[in-house]
């Protein structure tokens, strides 16, 4: 099913590098055009970005601004962690990952809005295709000064309650729109439908389901034969994860998703009321990334063990999402039984079932694949060329 070689893999997994993150950006297998690709004369009704997180993510975004779908956008500017890009002639190089990586200018947002400003386009966006928290800090800034952003980061909307305020009030003005599709559901119209059904009075009653990619694909395949680390090797290797897995095993990306959605719903909780069961042993929580990724093999034996207590039962496991009425969230492990709707996911599927005011007898759910980088990156692609009613 991988187009990346066991071997190979393995060798990744060891090293903690990513051959997806690699090969997305690197020119090879997944090479850039030229043709079409960071377009230098967009006219002043077109877009200019600038692309923070040039990783899984990000760079299946370079990918799709090669397409003619995004020919009205204008690529400005890109940044890694430490180093980032405004020179047009080397924006549009084959090899940008590596051309930022080796000769890029030390990072500097205020060089990346610098060139927002004299691209002389009126649609300036700032599209966050990172995990990071500082940055996320910023967006509510970007907003206030008029930038559009669109992200794939949900450390601002899903962390602390007073974040999603400043978010809420910089977006209250009006100057600029935050594109936030990607944030839940990997560009899955959740977000949009919840929206949809508060804008005509209804409200949301319960939230129920599955929100995360990556532990989707590990517990729609986990039943013991195959080691839990091995199937989480190859998550983090088709770019379904977080940048550190520990971020989905832990509960922690389930649970910004489900502070989002509540809190588009009206719920205003804080992150602290969130009940989460992390599935990361005690052991592995304190350790850097790399080392965390040696030690994969220690998750295996707990969860050999809650899989056959669950198969004892005629159950499966589901990593599973919960919102009452009552605004109590909880995000953990649950044992179903087989005619659970969860437990008929596939792949990466995520489900959102939504029970409302008006939907009230069944559920509106919906569901499909909530991980991975084409349909995250299309999510982004689409909240940005929606700045421009396209
Ligand atoms: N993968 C998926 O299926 C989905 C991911 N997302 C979200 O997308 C985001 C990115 O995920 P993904 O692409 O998988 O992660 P990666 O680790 O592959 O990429 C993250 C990128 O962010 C860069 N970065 C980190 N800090 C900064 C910074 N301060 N300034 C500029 N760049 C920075 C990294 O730089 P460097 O290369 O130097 O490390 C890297 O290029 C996350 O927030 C994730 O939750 C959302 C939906 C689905
Ligand atoms: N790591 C996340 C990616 C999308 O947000 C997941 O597994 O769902």
């Not at 909240?383 to 421009?388: F, G, I, N, S, T």
Request: charge should be neutral; hydrophobic fraction near 45%; include cysteine.
């Amino acid at each position: 099913m991988s187009a990346v070689p066991d071997a190979e893999v393995a060798e990744a997994a060891a090293v903690g590098a990513h051959p997806v993150r690699d090969r997305l950006l690197s020119g090879g297998v997944e090479e850039r055009s030229r043709t079409g690709c960071a377009p230098t004369a967009v006219d002043a009704s077109g877009i200019a970005i600038v692309l923070l997180g040039t990783g899984v993510v990000g760079g299946a975004l370079l990918k799709l601004l090669c397409t003619p779908a995004a020919a009205r956008i204008r690529l400005v500017g890109a940044a890694n962690s430490k180093r980032q890009q405004t020179d047009p002639a080397k924006l549009a190089s084959r090899q940008l990952r590596e051309q930022i990586r080796a000769e890029g200018d030390p990072r500097d947002n205020a060089a990346l809005l610098a060139a927002l400003d004299a691209s002389g386009v009126a649609v300036k966006v700032i599209v966050d295709a990172t995990a990071n928290v500082s940055l996320a800090a910023r967006h509510a800034e970007w907003l206030e000064r008029g930038y559009h952003v669109v992200t794939a980061n949900k450390a601002l909307a899903g962390g602390e309650l007073t974040g999603w305020r400043a978010l809420q009030a910089a977006t209250a003005s009006g100057r600029a729109h935050y594109g936030d599709a990607a944030t839940v559901g990997a560009g899955l119209p959740v977000l949009s439908t919840l929206r949809r059904l508060r804008g005509c009075g209804d409200a949301l009653l319960t939230l129920e389901g599955v929100f995360s990619g990556s532990l989707s694909y590990l517990f729609n395949q986990y039943d013991g034969s195959v080691p839990f680390s091995t199937l989480l090797a190859d998550a983090r290797r088709l770019g379904y994860t977080e940048p550190d897995p520990r971020s989905d095993l832990s509960g922690e990306d389930v649970a910004r998703k489900l502070l989002i959605l509540a809190r588009h719903a009206g719920f205003s909780l804080n992150a602290d009321e969130v009940e989460v069961e992390s599935l990361v042993p005690e052991a592995l929580r304190g350790l850097s990334t790399e080392a965390f990724l040696e030690r994969l093999p220690e998750l295996d034996a707990p969860l050999a063990a809650r899989v056959a207590e669950a198969r004892e039962r005629g159950h499966v496991l589901r990593y599973l999402a919960r919102l009452n009425q009552r605004g109590h969230a909880r995000v953990g492990l649950v044992e179903v039984p087989p005619t659970h709707p969860a437990a008929r996911l596939y792949g990466t599927d995520n489900q959102f079932a939504l029970t409302t005011t008006r939907y009230n007898t069944q559920p509106l759910v919906i569901q499909g694949p909530g991980a991975g980088p084409e349909v995250t990156a299309q999510a982004l692609l689409g909240d940005v060329l929606a700045l421009v009613g396209a």
